[in-house]
């Protein structure tokens, strides 16, 4: 690992240093900054993903997506970026597994199907197809850490949704966290994550050690507070100004913005570098960093732009306070 | 015979693997496996129609855009509206970007270490200090890290590949490729920017609803949207023609290998809210032969899919019961069929219907080309054709996002409004940049009754049709030579020129007929 302090920094904090990146920790992870010399072994599998999460990795802008890969870390497999294809990618896993490594982060993106290996296999080893529950199994019971990537991995995500017709989950789908059972699993949800989030978190299990996790197994730096109240849009919230259709000016409460329930810093943080965000852009939050998502009980996402009025919540009896799953102030 | 598994194929996106028969040298047989099922369709049914719009993005995560808008413009039928001329126009400039991005990352990211020589760096003599970095980065990995026991592989991500003489020699050719590749994944982030400053976020734009987008082109969005359009631009003029035309020059014998004549397009880019003007043309084509599209000529066959349910269905019929087990089935990709018969679909496809219609841009581009690497229009029917079509549309799309700004209506409204109904059906036509995807809704009591999509890459990754005729990327990967069996990297060219991409293919979002009713194996 050879990562400078200011890079370090810069990622920690993304443009929001002051309130996600606790100073004492900046302090300390200098020292470890000139201990760390070499690349760190990482394996990345994707299950049932949709790559999202992936190509989101891509749009980190500094440090730079290949500075990560060449000088922060080694990405031995990968799926969508390496080269090696066939035998010549599997072979990676299997030596892995074979030579009994312990010197690896694993890394999944994507959820596990459990009612058949089927619905999900990578590769062939000595003629049998190998699916990703098996590689997950194997790899994550030896991995230094095993990281979450997106809310399909961390908590499921829309491969595990509920259908509504009570048949049950068709692949029956699960997280890292509900295979690995017993493990300590961090979780970096998001549909896609930012990819600070994913770069960040990463660097401080390599240089500090495990992040503040909050009761979902998220880094609190990123997922401390809620969208609701660091939202551009809050002023007009407080002054009692609602859009009435996506793109108005206004607070998207009532165009179903589920802002107030979901935790994740990207009114401060933005997308791309600052370009844009969710609330700001006129659409409003989805909730896609939370364990309900896309689900939330029956409600679904966008339950506001069909409810009738009087089944709305009071709005002067909400606060800005997270309780999605008790159907707090989403229950509308 | 020799049967070679390449399991899996990597740099696509998701879970695929190829079945190639080789005799004397040739591929004689090929299957096509899809990998991975998530089964969406039961998942969409019942919910609100407006929530398709967001979980339709998460099919794919390299083509949001694309589905988002297909989503859009089937719930705008159901819904019995049409957008306005901004919303038109700001999904064609996020569509138009998120090209950029993906065709870009197809070409470096994805297929040039087919290519490419990674290793010419060691050879590298030259003052440029980034390359320089580069070249000490692989000395480092090569010379100091492989065979050390704290290393999984040196090399990674690039290292290992498929060893043999299948590669570009000169060195300066490498060099600039490699450097191509560093710089693409900048200009893929900043079109990805662009999408941003229309869609709120990148991939799986949240600004994306029935009627338009979320985002008014303020003087600010504009300035957003307008200020990496050059960069990129250059990029693509200066440094992607001239690297796809020196993988052309190289490997001429690619405009004989991985050919198929049947292509379909559902026109790229609507200049008219009506669904009738297009960009690059809508229609069919039968080698050079033109025909017009008819959507109720529409398919799906499952013989040799992984599904138990009905096949030969319109998809607004479409049915999904997976069955993992099925006897004789080798795929979770199902064979859609126009007319009964495999179409690829994607950039070759738009670029040749276009052609044939009389597109003057594409024409002149085209012909350009062909004179240049002295070829006729039948060899773009091919691996190479696949990669120059990519090419000469993203140039031609990055300069028309210009005049789509002007013609926007500053801070005006960027979408009509709706109600849903109580029942309706819409049908979404859209290209996204790998091909033609169409999304089919029914709405029943104001929630999804059936939701259907039919993806670009089942149509160019299918199995067998019911006749048991190949799939378009089965077909076309016959007679691919094969030097070594232990690495054929000559079927996975063939296999990636089409750029293929399983997340979308095997989460196919299908509806089921009754809610409440529908039982699974």
Known sequence: MSLNRRDFLKIMGGTAAAITFPSVMIQGCKRALEKASERTNVIWIQAQSCSGCSVSLLNQVDPSIVSVITEYISLNYHQTLMAGTGHAATRVLEEAVKKNRKDFVLIVEGSIPMKDDKYCTIGEVDGRLISAREWIEKLGANATHLVSIGTCAAYGGIPAAEPRDGSGNPTGAISLSRLMKGKTVLNIPGCPPHPNWMVGTLLHVLLKGMPELDEYGRPKMYYGKTVHEQCERLSDYKAGTFAKYWGDEGCLYQVGCLGMDSCCDIPVRKWLGGVNSCTQCGAGCIGCTEDVFPDFGRRGVFKHLNARNENLIKLEHRVAAFNLRNGGVING | ?521
């Open chain 2, 1 to 521: 015979m020799a049967k070679i598994l390449i399991d899996p194929i990597t740099r696509i996106e998701g879970h695929l693997s190829i079945e190639i028969d080789v005799q004397n040298g040739k591929v004689v047989d090929a299957k096509s496996i899809g990998d991975m099922f998530r089964g969406y369709e039961r998942i969409f049914a019942g919910r609100n129609p407006l929530d398709a719009n967001q979980l339709s993005q998460r099919i794919c995560g390299v083509c949001p855009i694309s589905h988002g808008i297909a989503s859009s413009k089937c719930l705008e039928g159901a819904f019995g509206i049409k957008p306005n001329d901004n919303g038109r126009i700001l999904r064609n400039l996020m569509l138009g970007a998120n090209y950029l991005h993906s065709h870009l990352i197809h070409f470096y990211h994805l297929a040039a270490l087919d290519y490419v020589d990674i290793t010419a760096l060691l050879k590298y003599t030259g003052g440029d200090s980034k390359i320089n970095n580069l070249k000490g980065w692989v000395e480092n990995e090569l010379k100091v890290k492989k065979g050390r026991a704290d290393a999984i592989t040196a090399g990674a991500p690039f290292l290992p590949r498929y060893e043999g003489n299948f590669y570009i020699k000169d060195v300066d050719t490498n060099i600039s490729a490699i450097n191509g590749y560093v710089k693409a994944l900048e200009m893929r982030m900043k079109a990805h920017k662009m999408v941003a400053a229309i869609g709120g976020r990148a991939p799986h734009a949240i600004g994306l609803v029935p009627g338009g987008v979320t985002q008014v082109p303020t003087r600010a969005m504009i300035r957003e949207y307008k200020k990496h359009i050059k960069e990129i631009q250059n990029f693509i003029d200066d440094e992607y023609l001239a690297h796809v035309k020196a993988v052309a020059g190289e490997f001429k014998d690619y405009f004989k290998i991985g050919t198929f004549a049947n292509f379909m397009s559902y026109g790229l880019f609507d200049l008219d809210n009506d669904d009738k003007k297009f960009f690059l043309q809508r229609g069919i084509a039968y080698g050079t032969k033109l025909d017009v599209f008819d959507p109720n000529r529409i398919r799906e066959q499952v013989q040799y899919a992984r599904y138990s349910s009905g096949s030969n269905l319109h998809p607004y019929d479409g049915q999904t019961v997976p069955n993992p087990q099925k006897n004789g089935a080798y795929t979770w990709l199902k064979a859609p069929r126009y007319d009964g018969k495999a179409m690829e679909v994607g950039p070759l496809a738009r670029v040749v219907i276009s052609y044939l219609s009389g597109n003057k841009a594409v024409k002149s581009q085209v012909d350009a080309l062909l004179a240049e690497v002295k070829q006729d229009l039948p060899a773009v029917f091919s691996t190479l054709g696949r990669h120059a079509a990519r090419a000469i549309e993203t140039k031609l799309i990055a300069a028309e996002l210009y005049n789509w700004i002007d013609q926007l209506e500053v801070n005006g409204k960027p979408r009509s409004t709706f109600e849903i109904p109580d029942s309706g059906e819409g049908m979404g036509l859209v290209e996204a940049s790998r091909g033609a995807l169409g999304h089919w809704i029914r709405v029943k009591d104001k929630k999804i009754a059936n939701y259907q999509c039919v993806v670009p890459t089942t149509w160019f990754c299918g199995p067998r049709g019911d006749d048991g005729k190949r799939g378009p990327v089965e077909e076309a990967l016959l007679n691919t030579p094969i030097a070594d069996v232990n690495n054929p990297i000559e079927a996975a060219r063939v296999v990636r020129s089409f750029d293929p991409c399983i997340a979308c293919a095997v989460h196919v979002v299908e509806g089921d007929r009754e809610i409440g009713t529908f039982k699974v194996c």
